[in-house]
Antibody, heavy 120, light 111 residues
Framework: QVQLVQSGAEVKKPGASVKVSCKAS????????ISWVRQAPGQGLEWMGW????????NYAQKLQGRVTMTTDTSTSTAYMELRSLRSDDTAVYYC?????????????WGQGTMVTVSS | QSVLTQPPSASGTPGQRVTISCSGSSSNIGSNTVNWYQQLPGTAPKLLIYSNNQRPSGVPDRFSGSKSGTSASLAISGLQSEDEADYYC????????????FGGGTKLTVL
């Protein structure tokens, strides 16, 4: 079946970096983009950016520009999201999601989420 | 502060019809389609409505969406206990380089 499986929970110190993976299966990876969305504890959803699995083009949320990098490895159908210079307010569940149609905000398949805790 | 505005809470009794509103602007809802997500406690969001009023396969027809101008609504008819969840609206926003914007979420309680 179509699914996205993410890497496990992470605990990081302020100033460190984290890299979360998202492995796709059940569909042609390069036919869809991947977006990353995060959710701080008890808060709403925040879009972080998008990457085309076809050509690697990216579009990052302005708030995260310079700290986030999204990449893909088409040989393993895996997407990655790296966030640098972590702060306590980066503590959140990070989701990858398949983009059903570019430029619409419609995400039809979601990963299970990866909890990232930033604490000294 | 979310770009799209939703009421923080809504409630209804089993069998009732409830609606959740989502207000935006000309750069998002006013010029792009609206999507709705359902998030059950402790789980990832699930696409409920896309392109304003389309239901993905498997979503019951009790859920419906509509859009008018810079606002959109999600309606749930025949409310069931399992509908108790957080609901989020989302849309593409044309400002700057383009981005996806979400509403702050509405917690639906089935009384």
């Amino acid at each position: 079946q179509v699914q996205l499986v993410q890497s496990g929970a992470e605990v990081k110190k302020p100033g460190a970096s984290v890299k979360v993976s998202c492995k796709a299966s059940g569909y042609t990876f390069t036919s869809y983009g991947i977006s990353w969305v995060r959710q701080a504890p008890g808060q709403g959803l925040e879009w972080m950016g998008w990457i085309s699995a076809y050509n690697g083009n990216t579009n990052y949320a302005q708030k995260l520009q310079g700290r986030v990098t999204m990449t893909t490895d088409t040989s393993t159908s895996t997407a990655y999201m790296e966030l640098r210079s972590l702060r306590s307010d980066d503590t959140a569940v990070y989701y990858c999601a398949r983009v059903a149609a570019a430029g619409t905000g419609a995400f039809d398949i979601w990963g299970q989420g990866t909890m990232v805790t930033v604490s000294s | 502060q979310s770009v799209l505005t939703q009421p923080p809470s809504a409630s209804g009794t089993p069998g009732q019809r409830v609606t959740i509103s989502c207000s935006g602007s000309s750069s998002n809802i006013g010029s792009n389609t609206v999507n709705w997500y359902q998030q059950l406690p402790g789980t990832a969001p699930k696409l409920l409505i896309y392109s304003n009023n389309q239901r993905p396969s498997g979503v019951p027809d009790r859920f419906s969406g509509s859009k008018s101008g810079t606002s959109a609504s999600l309606a749930i008819s025949g409310l069931q206990s399992e509908d108790e969840a957080d609901y989020y609206c989302a849309a593409w926003d044309d400002s700057l380089n383009g981005s996806v914007v979400f509403g702050g979420g509405t917690k639906l309680t089935v009384l």
